[in-house]
């Protein structure tokens, strides 16, 4: 074992620095955490319209009218219906600023550039082609993949025109203000033209360049994630990777859109009453914030009420007492390192073996019809367990929440027995396992 962890140390770890240290994937990371509350805003008010209790659209129709949710529903619009759109200029924003370009401009003309190759009609109910206006299909989750690339493609542009001198500069008398303005005139014409080129393309092949995209890459991305077997594998890899101390943020921060994206899918076909365990998308956000990461990634909120059950080395106890709170609240970094669970042998397995059956229970739930299928309700992360799944399924998300939680529980349990034997050997002046 103290072989393996070595060879992981020095194969694997390093590797998996260098591809999280890429420009591109930390602006992709930060500009996405950017907008991250926004989701949780939009969330809440989405909850207020679909409290998800039986009776409660009735009820609040009976007091505020039969339109009382066309009132709140703009707030929700406004965060999860651009999400794409916010992340054209927060991501292209980060990679300027990671390059030292000029920030500002360059969300500016990232968020241009988005709005060039968006389609620029949409179909009304009735049929008919509304022209030069922008639908929210396209500027919010369908959007991300755009996004991402046209972000690339500003930032890009902007860096070879100040690298290469492509710049209008102008006298030291004018103020910073102004001749900033001007330098971004000849990036902003090239960035103008090379989006009219992809929006022509775009045009000729799929009616628009997101549709485009959409249909090629996010479509076949989102069923692979969407598929039972993927969000499992997802749920196993957020435990191994936080045991290797690498921050699952590695993954998640790249699914996330997708995962949002089918949560929303899930929601229109909740609204078109077609939303069941075969139509709709397991993998969603709620699967990975709400049971594959309870008490944090590795699902940890087992390991936490383990620890309060056996501890008798004094180790174990004081780390129980700093622990158990904070996991409640999804928070398990003092258990990580403290305990510790990073490149402790007898944590690999729990770790990684706890979150999976947490998502399987969640799968077998909605697939015999006791949980809903989540849709576009979600709860901010730190929501403890009960309440978490109370909001984004009813009460039968916090009855499987707790069955989850207790199988976790039962999988740590010889594993956290075996440890606190061990920690108390030591404290004994006993021989012990180094950790």
Not at 165 to 193: C, E, R
Not at 262 to 284: C, I, M, P, R, V
Not at 328 to 336: G, K
Request: with cysteine.
């Amino acid at each position: 074992m103290n072989s393996m962890t070595s060879w992981v140390e020095k194969a694997i770890v390093p590797k998996v620095s260098k591809f999280t240290n890429l420009r591109y994937f930390q602006a992709l990371r930060a500009g996405f955490f950017a907008i991250m509350p926004l989701t949780i805003i939009g969330s809440i008010f989405m909850l207020i319209t679909d409290f998800p209790v039986p009776g409660y659209a009735s009820f609040m129709a009976g007091i505020f009218g039969k339109d009382w949710a066309n009132y709140i529903s703009p707030a929700y619009r406004a965060t999860f219906n651009m999400m794409g759109f916010m992340f054209a200029g927060t991501m292209s924003y980060k990679l300027a600023e990671n390059y030292k370009l000029d920030k500002l401009t360059s969300m500016v003309l990232g968020l241009v550039a988005y709005v060039i190759v968006l389609p620029k009609t949409v179909k009304s109910a009735k049929g008919e082609i509304v022209s030069n206006v922008l639908s929210f299909d396209w500027t919010g989750t369908q959007g991300v993949i755009t996004a991402i690339i046209m972000s690339i493609i500003t930032v890009e542009i902007i860096r070879f025109c100040v690298k290469r001198n492509l710049t209008i500069k102008m006298p030291q008398s004018v103020p910073d203000m102004v001749s900033k303005a001007f330098s971004a005139l000849i990036p902003g014409f090239l960035i103008a033209l090379v989006g009219l080129i992809i929006n022509g393309v775009g045009m000729a092949i799929s009616g628009s360049f997101p549709q485009l995209i959409y249909s090629l890459v996010q479509v076949p991305i989102q069923g692979v994630i969407g598929a039972p077997f993927a969000i499992i594998i997802v749920a196993g890899l957020n435990g191994l990777l936080w045991w290797f101390g690498i921050h699952p943020t590695v993954i998640n921060s790249m699914l996330y859109p997708i995962l949002y994206a089918n949560a929303d899918k899930n929601q229109a076909l909740y609204e078109a009453g077609k939303l069941t365990s075969h139509s709709g998308n397991f993998g969603t956000v709620q699967m990975l914030d709400q049971f594959a990461t309870i008490g944090g990634a590795g699902c940890t909120i087992g390991l936490a009420i383990t620890m309060v059950i056996v501890a008798h080395s004094s180790r174990m106890k004081a780390m129980s007492k700093i622990a158990v709170i904070p996991s409640f609240f999804n928070i398990n970094e003092p258990m990580i390192f403290g305990l510790p669970v990073i490149f402790n042998p007898l944590m690999l397995i729990p770790v990684t073996i706890a979150p999976i059956v947490s998502v399987l229970l969640a799968f077998l739930s909605m697939s015999i019809g006791f949980m809903p299928m989540f849709r576009s309700i979600q709860a901010p992360w730190a929501t403890p367990f009960l309440f978490s799944g109370f909001l984004v399924s009813g009460w039968q998300g916090a009855v499987t929440q707790c069955a989850a939680v207790a199988a976790c529980v039962a999988i740590y349990y010889p594993f956290v027995k075996a440890l606190d034997n061990e920690y108390t050997k030591e404290e004994q002046g006993q021989e012990g396992t180094e950790y």
